[in-house]
């Protein structure tokens, strides 16, 4: 379009088969909620550069600015492709297949979200500022190497160092090679999968084969710049753990290689982390817990358990596309984490960007001014997610709130993780599981006060009754009880009691708690509901 006016290109594109035009529209169809998820973010400094940019130190910064000019100025964008497509070695370029001119694959098949009103205008922008970037920084690495190799004695006309430089920095970048065997359904993966060059790109930094085939100054480079990224991301986990925060170790735990601060977790090395993690849960054929920190035993057998094939399966399903993943929830009926399926809230995710996802989370967990600032990372490519223990402690009220985030605060120093978040994980269930059952429980104590006030303690019983078998449901139907119940103890009820955290029915239908076995039964006569 650049080159030839929009009429004919129009004209054209409408000539084409109707096959072909039904794929494309399935295609951009399936792109709205990738670009609207992207949208509004600086996040290629610190996501698609993360694992290169440490090597090249002076156009990774370049490229950081370049992202913020080209979103703000759409000519400074104009200005910047012209420059880069009159520079020497464009030549060299496009021999080598460098991605500078192209359209990046997260904002591919946007056209309709483009004609999107009120949101238009970001979209571009976002467009500009990401693509412009990172072009740049492609270019401009290119053209450094192209000068330090020649000054080493390297031929750069040859057309092999043209290709493997290319192909080491596309790759460096996030726009790797598909596998031979899929480079004929690029089209087709691109539309279904969220980013597949950018995962390939992180799975290529652990391939032996990758490097052996490379040129050997493209090899030497590109085994710098893994190096390079592996040493500033380790010493930045270092500084964070000196500063407080958790770090995970463990690389069979999702939040391996993160920094931990309270629930909210940063992925400072931009995806490398997943085949490490995905191998090391296949090999040892175990799962760490991010949340308890229980070491799950995989292909146990037996209903609800995890296998390997599971763990891989859950690896490629997060690498789909946004309404490709929404489907494949409601065929599983559980969300990404395999938690319960909330398809109000799936859909809203897969139309809000994901910087403003992570935004809303933080400030459920930490305020707006906290909130605000810890989810600057999240706005320049840092992965953020905010899920744990303390989830759910904003759906509470009045001391039971206070009581758990109290809680929260005891046992941050608690040196057994998997007992400390074992211990806020039940509470806070437990409270909300008392809590769905206790819209009529003023109603229902009123008229049990009145009956025994009365003298009729059969009616007092039999309204009890009734209002325990609701909570009784409710409670049952709670998830993970099993696991809560050496948490929720006889001892720790009747501390809650004591403390007002729950209430009982009356004086008479208390007592009736004495003859219960079960815990279960203990909580349903002693626990008649939590406060609103």
């Not at 080491?168 to 597949?196: Q, W």
């Not at 400030?363 to 744990?388: C, D, H, W």
């Not at 209430?503 to 076995?517: D, E, G, H, L, N």
Request: charged share 25%.
């Amino acid at each position: 379009r650049k080159i030839f006016n929009n009429k004919l290109i129009d004209t054209l594109e409408s000539k084409r088969p109707f096959l072909e035009k039904f794929k494309t529209a399935g295609y951009n169809l399936l792109g709205i909620n990738r670009s609207l998820m992207t949208t509004s973010d600086l996040s290629l400094s610190l996501r698609q550069l993360a694992g290169i940019g440490p090597r090249f130190p002076e156009q990774w910064a370049d490229a950081i600015g370049a992202q913020a000019k080209y979103f703000a100025d759409p000519k400074a964008y104009e200005i910047a492709m012209k420059e880069i497509a009159s520079r020497p070695n464009v030549e060299k370029y496009v021999k080598g297949g460098l991605d500078v001119g192209i359209k990046e694959e997260r904002y591919q098949y946007n056209a309709w979200a483009k004609k999107i009103p009120g949101i238009k205008h970001i979209i571009n922008a976002s467009e500009r500022g990401f693509s412009g970037g990172v072009q740049k920084f492609r270019a401009d690495v290119f053209d450094y190497l192209d000068k330090v190799a020649t000054a080493a004695g390297k031929n750069t006309s040859d057309l092999r160092w043209i290709r493997d430089t290319s192909k080491m920095i596309n790759t460096g970048t996030g726009r790797a090679e598909l596998p031979k065997i899929l480079k004929g359904a690029g089209d087709f993966m691109n539309a279904t999968m969220f980013a597949p060059r950018l995962a390939f790109s992180r799975i290529q930094a652990f391939n032996p084969h990758y490097y052996i085939k490379l040129e050997p100054f493209a090899r030497k480079t590109a085994l710098q710049a893994t190096i390079s990224g592996a040493l500033l991301g380790t010493t930045v986990l270092g500084l964070a753990k000196l500063a407080g925060a958790e770090v995970e170790p463990d690389p069979r735990s999702a939040d391996f290689g993160k920094i931990k601060v309270g629930d909210t977790r940063y992925d400072i090395f931009a995806g490398y982390t997943q085949p490490i993690r995905i191998v090391a849960q296949i090999l040892t054929g175990e799962v760490k817990s991010s949340t308890s920190g229980k070491i799950i035993k995989l292909d146990q057998g037996g209903f609800g358990s995890m296998s390997r094939l599971d763990v891989l399966q859950n690896f490629i399903q997060n690498k789909e596309a946004p309404l490709v993943s929404f489907i494949t929830a409601l065929m599983r009926g559980k969300n990404a984490v395999g938690g319960e399926l909330d398809i109000g809230k799936e859909v809203v995710d897969r139309f809000v960007p994901m910087v403003l996802q992570d935004l809303q989370d933080l400030i459920k967990e930490r305020g707006p001014i906290a909130g605000l600032l810890m989810n600057i990372p999240s706005i320049f490519g840092v992965g953020t997610q905010t899920y744990g223990a303390s989830q759910g402690v904003e759906s509470l009220r009045g001391n039971q709130k206070a009581y758990v985030q109290g809680l929260i605060k005891k046992e941050k120093d608690n040196s057994n993780r998997e007992e400390a978040q074992g211990k806020i994980t039940a509470t806070v269930r437990f409270f909300n599981t008392l809590k769905t059952a206790s819209n009529d429980r003023e109603t229902t104590m009123k008229k049990v006060q009145q009956a025994i006030d009365d003298g009729d303690i059969d009616n007092a019983k039999e309204l009890a009754h009734t209002y325990n078998v609701k909570y009784q449901k409710s409670f049952k139907e709670s998830k993970g009880w099993d696991a809560d119940k050496q948490y929720i103890t006889d001892n720790l009820i009747k501390d809650y009691y004591n403390k007002g955290l729950i209430k009982v029915t009356s004086r008479s239908i208390k007592a009736r708690r004495k003859k219960q076995k079960s815990i279960t039964s203990q909580l349903i006569e002693e626990g008649g509901g939590g406060e609103d």
